[in-house]
């Protein structure tokens, strides 16, 4: 393996814990709880119990102060929404070690400086940074600075913005870095989705690429992983119809479940970058394709013609390709009719063709 292509290895797979998340790897599909606990601790428990139970590889929640997240007033509707998601601050130790026991990666997005700390404290394996947050410098090198990895969501950004906040993370000491495809619409429309601005990303930086999708139902996300997507990240709920903001457009335990099993399908179908036959084929190259055989006998000393011959099934013998090199060559012994033309029952000089 060549120097470049050991470096383009190291920079497009970042370690999660134990699991590495990149190039090679399968996809790292992320169950976002966001609010959806609606403030209930046993909810926020059962919505983890359903991510274990889709298959997925980690679940996030969001770790936020309505305080410190709005300019809105306490009596505003806007402020008494954040006000009534909130993750309690005594919840998440537990909840960690809850998903931990499941098997799963606890993942939150922290909205301050209190809520990095906080996440810091309790262990978390990676930062999730929201999009909203792309350009909130003091944010993304506070984080970079705790030195472990982070997910960048990009909705509503331009390249050069995401470039400039990739800039930021990096001169703070950290490439530890994942790039999110999104669209800062709930839900989002599949007119405005643009998957392929994750293949154009992809191309630009060295660094692992995937989508946070906010779409409804799970079409896009298994666009994004056929178009090499390494991190997926969707909503879920236990129910659609609950109050809550962000329920209406995310899955449900069942059809989270289905996404999963699809991407892992997908991906035993996308196997490499490579152009060859697979093993089973083998039969059928002999069988499907043609070989050259004698239409009529052709007597010893014979000047082969195209009359003489003709393409057909199986494959034995002489490939079609090299017809013209069997014309105006002489049968060095007798050939049936119905025998397969081989190099050793021809001449190797050609006369002239008839």
């Not at 999730?128 to 350009?135: F, P, Q």
């Not at 800062?184 to 989508?211: D, H, S």
């Not at 195209?306 to 393409?311: D, E, S, V, Y």
Request: aromatic share 6%; proline share 5%.
């Amino acid at each position: 393996m060549t120097p470049v292509r050991v470096l383009y290895l190291i920079m497009k797979r970042i370690k999660i814990g134990k699991r590495w998340v990149g190039e090679g790897r399968p996809c790292f599909i992320i169950a976002e709880a966001g609010s959806n606990h609606n403030k209930s601790l046993s909810q926020a428990k059962r919505l983890i119990d359903v991510a274990k139970e889709a298959g997925v590889d980690a679940v996030k929640f969001q770790t936020f102060q309505a305080e410190k997240l709005t300019a809105s007033k306490r009596d505003t509707p806007l402020f008494k929404t954040l006000k009534n998601y909130e993750l309690p601050k005594k919840w998440h130790q537990e909840l960690l070690k809850y998903a931990n026991l499941k098997g799963l990666v606890f993942l939150s997005t922290p909205f301050d400086e209190r809520g990095v700390n906080l996440l810091e404290d309790i262990g978390v394996l990676a930062f999730k940074v929201a999009s909203g947050d792309i350009t909130h410098f003091p944010l993304l090198m506070y984080i970079a600075k705790k030195g472990r990895p982070i997910i960048l969501s990009t909705g509503a950004s331009t390249l050069r913005e995401v470039e400039s906040a990739l800039g930021v993370i990096s001169n703070s000491g950290n490439e530890q870095i994942i790039l999110l495809h999104c669209v800062v619409q709930y839900p989002a429309n599949l007119k405005e989705v643009n998957l392929r601005a994750l293949t154009l990303m992809e191309e630009v930086f060295p660094y692992p690429i995937g989508l946070s999708d906010h779409t409804l139902g799970k079409l896009v996300p298994l666009g994004a992983v056929a178009l090499g997507a390494k991190v997926v990240e969707k909503h879920f709920t236990l129910d659609r119809t609950l109050p809550g903001p962000d329920h209406p457009f995310a899955l449900e335990p069942a059809e989270l479940k289905e996404m999963v099993r699809e991407i892992r399908s997908l991906e035993k179908a996308l196997g490499k970058k490579l152009k060859r036959p697979v093993k089973r084929e083998a039969k059928m190259r002999i069988e499907a394709r043609r070989g050259i055989y004698a239409q009529v006998d052709i007597p010893k000393d014979t000047t082969i013609t195209k009359k003489m011959l003709k393409i057909v099934r199986p494959a034995k013998g002489i490939e079609p390709k090299d017809y013209d090199l069997v014309l105006g060559r002489k049968a060095r012994m007798n050939i049936k009719e119905g025998e397969e033309i081989r190099w050793g029952k021809i001449s190797n000089a050609k006369n002239v063709v008839i």
